[in-house]
């Protein structure tokens, strides 16, 4: 009997759930970006491996040869070394007409996950399609002797957590937007 309480507990949770509203970004690009106007921070909509098809992210069919990580339903997981050179590829290209695209670092990661939100912990409408699975920042392990050791920020449930930097997660985008006049200030 608990098990079935249980269950249905879990099933409102995922019928019900409610994220934040989506009044606190606004959509950048033909929606391949989105400002969060309580950082300041300009976001690529899709991670790596996604392309903004005008309604949602969806995968690439096209492969270039710095994707050396394992493909997901979702996403490409690459090593935080390769998501660096993914980044100074994307700058050279001016994605969005823009060359200062960078990996977030650990608090900004977090500051666009959405705790009411699970599986991912992260405002789905905003950034569609978003895997459960820690993204690359470039905040860097203290703790660690190792030089390949970075931190991820979780999406599944809203935690951050340490990643090996051989092994990789996905990668997020983003840029410091320089008009901060339409930032909302706290």
Not at 46 to 52: L, M, P, T, Y
């Amino acid at each position: 009997m608990n098990n079935i309480k249980l269950m249905a507990v879990d099933l409102a949770k995922n019928v019900f759930q409610v994220c934040a509203l989506d009044d606190r970004y606004l959509i950048l690009n033909a929606g391949q970006t989105v400002l969060d106007l309580q950082t300041g921070l300009e976001w690529m909509r899709c991670i790596v491996g996604q392309v903004w098809n005008g309604s949602t992210c969806e995968m690439t069919e096209a492969r270039q040869p710095m994707f050396e990580g394992q493909d997901d339903a979702m996403g490409i997981f690459m090593s935080w070394q390769n998501s660096l050179l993914y980044i100074e590829n994307l700058n050279v290209a001016g994605f969005a007409s823009n060359n200062d695209w960078r990996m977030s670092n650990l608090k900004e990661a977090i500051s666009i996950q959405e705790y009411s939100c699970y599986t991912p912990a992260i405002n789905n409408t905003v950034f569609p399609n978003t895997p459960s699975y820690d993204v690359w920042s470039s905040t860097t392990n203290p703790n660690s002797s190792r030089t390949a050791l970075g931190a991820g920020a979780g999406f599944g449930i809203g935690i951050s957590s340490k990643a090996d930097t051989i092994v990789g997660p996905h990668t997020r985008i983003v840029r410091t937007y320089p008009d901060t006049s339409i930032v909302y200030q706290p």
